[in-house]
């Protein structure tokens, strides 16, 4: 079965805290995306990335940086963690290739982060 | 500025009726959408999807409609039963990046 796997489920940190979030996937897929989901506001991209090395910000890249040194790995670091950063943050990867029908992102399970 | 929009936050069904949620875009290069099903604390799901080349793509209860005139797609669930309670994303496309909606909640009560 394909994965994306986020490497914490629920996450507390404190305020001023350098914060990194782990995806990886199993799935060989080129692209890997970060997005935060927060009420009434649905899935706002925080940083994509089309390849190793690459990284492009998406609509909310502010107070966020990440990482791709491997293909299967994505990090998303919040370098200095603030209140307003307490959310449900979701990874996601997708094939360069449309292939079949179901042709989509493929999301972790998330990671409820609250900061103090 | 959002380019898909799901302009219901929540919708209420009994359960055995059908569900209709809906979704429109403003980019008319869409070519390719998708409609996710998140559960709380957990990451959303692909449900179904539809391509631009079809009006209409069916999956056992789930049913994506496609109006591209209107720029409009619509999700059907016949029957609603209670474990459909979630929040549903429609997403749209034309590369390999998605643009996701709002989200609608949808609750069937029993």
């Known amino acids: 079965d394909v994965k994306v796997t986020q490497s914490s489920r629920y996450l507390v940190k404190r305020t001023g805290e350098k914060v990194f979030l782990e995806c990886v996937q199993d799935m060989d897929h080129e692209n890997m995306f970060w997005y935060r989901q927060d009420p009434g506001l649905g899935l706002r991209l925080i940083y994509f990335?089309?390849?190793?090395?690459?990284?492009e910000k998406g609509d909310i890249p502010e107070g966020y940086s990440v990482s791709r040194e491997k293909k299967e790995r994505f990090s998303l670091i919040l370098e200095s963690a603030s209140t307003n950063q307490t959310s449900m943050y979701l990874c996601a990867s997708s094939s360069s290739e449309r292939q079949g029908y179901d042709y989509g992102y493929t999301f972790g399970s998330g990671t409820r982060l609250t900061v103090v | 500025d959002q380019q898909v929009k799901q302009n219901s936050p929540s919708l209420s069904v009994q359960e055995g009726r059908i569900s209709i949620l809906n979704c429109d875009y403003t980019n008319s290069m869409f070519d390719y959408f998708l409609w996710y099903k998140k559960y709380p604390a957990e990451g959303p799901t692909f449900l179904i999807s539809?391509?631009?080349?079809?009006d209409k793509n069916e999956d056992g209860r789930f049913t994506v409609f496609l109006n591209k005139s209107a720029k409009h797609l619509s999700l059907h669930i016949v029957p609603s039963q209670p474990g459909d309670s979630a929040v549903y994303f429609c997403a749209a496309s034309a590369g390999n990046q998605f643009y996701f909606g709002t989200g609608t909640s949808l609750t069937v009560i029993p």
């Open positions: 990335s089309y390849d190793v090395k690459m990284k």
């Open positions: 539809i391509s631009s080349i079809k």
